[in-house]
Structures are given as structure tokens and as C-alpha cells.
């Protein structure tokens, strides 16, 4: 069963910290590139940071270059996303998914099962 089961949001203040998990419980996508994405109220979901199996070459979205860190565990079949210098416009829901990487573009989910129930990330100013 396809189980992405995502942790670790709250709220925080400017200039805080959090460090997202996102656990691939049926070790479905063990080999597969693995992206954070995240939406805010009205807005798309979009891809902040995504990271190939060998943990090589990640990718950053450019509003969080130099702030997330984005890293996985595949013994332990977890992907994490260390979020610092927190800014008001980083509130959004967080989600993990696969993703298919490219060298000229943003990496793309990959079409296979549902979403996690995401992760609330909140920052007050």
C-alpha cells in the first residue's frame, strides 16, 4: 500500500525553525527521487526541494535556496526538509512526493497514488 505520511510542521516565528520527515511506510518509492511541495490557501502546490536517491545534485526551489536543506535516510525510508530563516510566505501545507528530476527543469511528481495528509507550516510575524 502507496503510504506517504508526512510530520514535524507547527507554528514558528520569523527567523525560526523546523525539520519536516516525510516516511515512506510501504517502501514504495525506495529507488525514486524524492520532492517536498507546498501549497498555500489559494495558491498551486509546487515543488520546493528534491533530492535523487543517491542523495546527489538536489534540486531548491529559488525562494528557499541558501534556507531548506532537503536530505533522506533511505535505510530508515525517510525524507527530511530542515527549514531555517522561516519568512511569513513559507506558511503553506507541506507535501512529499516521488518526483522525476531533470537538468533544465523543475522536478515533476510522479503520477502514481495519492497525496500524504501533508504537514502545517505556519509563520507568524
Known amino acids: 500500500q502507496v503510504q506517504l505520511v508526512e510530520s514535524g510542521g507547527g507554528l514558528v516565528q520569523v527567523g525560526g525553525s523546523l525539520r519536516l520527515s516525510c516516511v515512506d511506510s510501504?517502501?514504495?518509492?525506495?529507488?525514486?527521487?524524492m520532492g517536498w511541495f507546498r501549497q498555500a490557501p489559494g495558491k498551486e502546490r509546487n515543488v520546493v526541494a528534491a533530492?535523487?536517491?543517491?542523495?546527489?545534485?538536489?534540486y531548491y526551489a529559488d525562494s528557499v535556496k541558501g534556507r531548506f536543506t532537503i536530505s533522506r535516510d533511505n535505510a530508515k525510508n525517510t525524507v527530511y526538509l530542515q527549514m531555517n530563516s522561516l519568512k511569513p510566505e513559507d506558511t503553506a501545507v507541506y507535501y512529499c512526493?516521488?518526483?522525476?528530476?531533470?537538468?533544465?527543469?523543475?522536478?515533476?511528481?510522479?503520477?502514481?497514488?495519492?497525496w500524504g495528509q501533508g504537514t502545517q507550516v505556519t509563520v507568524s510575524s
Open positions: 512526493a516521488p518526483v522525476y528530476m531533470y537538468s533544465n527543469m523543475s522536478p515533476s511528481r510522479v503520477p502514481y497514488g495519492d
Open positions: 510501504g517502501r514504495t518509492f525506495v529507488t525514486y527521487s
Open positions: 533530492i535523487r536517491w543517491s542523495g546527489g545534485s538536489p
